[in-house]
């Protein structure tokens, strides 16, 4: 008889991937964070992610010198892009020579001031608003 373990609940929330040679981040949020670090992996790893400067730098330093992981989660899913562009702020992921994050202005400014006081409360960052 096979007994099958059970599947982890997927996490919801945001990741990073971080360059630790030049210390640049790429932020991004979702329903199954795991999951879609895998893509990013393998996509990176074949030659094929979207984001061209990422991609480049991960060819330029190589994979040993990126770092994949959960930065937030178990939050609520329609909130993720809100709490994801709070993060690009934190880290200044959205400056060229910081981070990999394209500006993203699809965010509603009403469900981003409500993550940002959110993140405020539990002490995660002082967020400019």
């Known amino acids: 008889?096979?007994?099958?373990?059970?599947?982890?609940?997927?996490?919801?929330?945001?990741?990073?991937?971080?360059?630790?040679?030049?210390?640049?981040?790429?932020?991004?949020?979702?329903?199954?964070?795991?999951?879609?670090?895998?893509?990013h992996r393998r996509e990176l790893n074949n030659g094929s992610h979207n984001n061209l400067l990422l991609q480049h730098e991960y060819k330029k330093y190589g994979a040993d010198n990126f770092v994949f992981k959960v930065i937030d989660q178990n939050l609520p899913e329609e909130m993720l892009l809100a709490y994801e562009k709070c993060y690009m702020y934190k880290y200044d992921s959205m400056v060229k020579y910081k981070g990999y994050n394209h500006i993203n202005?699809?965010?509603?400014?009403?469900?981003?001031?409500?993550?940002?006081?959110?993140?405020?409360?539990?002490?995660?960052?002082?967020?400019?608003?």
Do not use: W
């Not at 997927?10 to 199954?32: E, F, L, Q």
């Not at 993140?119 to 400019?128: A, D, N, Q, S, T």
């Open 1 to 39: 008889m096979t007994v099958e373990k059970p599947k982890a609940k997927p996490i919801c929330g945001i990741y990073m991937i971080k360059c630790v040679t030049n210390d640049k981040a790429y932020i991004g949020s979702s329903n199954d964070v795991m999951r879609r670090l895998k893509t």
């Open 105 to 129: 202005s699809t965010v509603n400014h009403k469900q981003f001031k409500e993550a940002y006081l959110k993140l405020k409360e539990r002490g995660v960052f002082p967020c400019i608003v």
